[in-house]
């Protein structure tokens, strides 16, 4: 059975949304904020799931970059009221493939949810890569490992692997900090930002090694993963 996890702290609305859910024959898991969320979306492995953007704990935004980090395919739907362009390109950014704005009728829910479950399933069929190939070094993001051509792999930490592996995956696009900084630490304080550069800075003396891979820093803005390719 398809099992759908919908992150709702509007209780109403979420039951609502839920029996028209089951009545199509899904099953659907609940949770009304963003930890609870992390903990349905590890043990409950769905096929989809439906985001409300404003949430306690982690943000629906803050919860897909989260899990972005290592889930490329499974279909992510937001739910919002917040419409403004701006809110809809951070959404896509965060990860998200639909917007639905409140209030919304049910059957466009319906049609929405079963568009992005056949484009999932689509989607499954081209997993994600499970390296990334720098020159004469190669990125095992599941073994946390820098593997050089010649010599020892170079062990990661799991913060580590996970800020080299968000940077992979939006190669050549300058990344604001505080998107790195929700997606890896969960929020954007000033003591995480300093951290973050801690963490940039033993990624690249890892790296350095390999004349065809660096992590720029534009000043005031982010940080860019570059690979100069043959």
């Keep these: ?19 028209n859910l089951e009545r199509e024959g ?8 963003g930890a609870a969320a992390l ?44 419409a403004r362009p701006k ?3 951070q959404g896509f950014e965060a990860g998200g493939n639909d917007y639905l704005k409140k209030p919304f009728g049910l059957e466009e829910l319906l049609i929405r949810v079963r568009v992005l479950l056949s484009n999932g399933r689509l989607l499954h069929h081209r997993p994600a890569p499970d390296h990334h190939e720098f020159g004469q070094l190669t990125f095992v993001p599941n073994r946390r490992q820098l593997i050089p051509s010649h010599g020892d792999p170079i062990q990661l930490t799991l913060r580590e692997a996970d800020l080299l592996q968000f940077l992979c995956r939006q190669e050549g696009r300058v990344v604001p900090k505080e998107d790195i900084l929700q997606a890896i630490w ?16 033993r990624l690249r003396k890892y790296l350095q090694a390999e004349p065809l891979v660096e992590i720029v820093n534009q000043r005031g803005i982010g940080y860019m993963l570059v690979v100069h390719r043959a």
């Design 1 to 19: 059975m398809t099992k759908i996890l919908l992150v709702e702290d509007d209780r109403s609305l979420a039951m609502l949304i839920q029996d």
């Design 186 to 201: 969960g929020d954007d304080s000033f003591l995480n930002s300093r951290s973050l550069d801690v963490f940039i800075s």
């Design 87 to 89: 809110d809809v390109v």
């Design 39 to 82: 903990a349905h979306y590890e043990t409950g492995q769905p096929d989809l799931l439906i985001l409300d953007v404003m949430l306690p704990v982690h943000d629906g935004f803050t919860l897909a970059r989260k899990i972005r980090l290592h889930d490329q395919s499974t279909p992510i739907l937001f739910l919002t009221s917040k």
């Design 26 to 33: 899904y099953a659907v898991l609940h949770a009304g904020d």
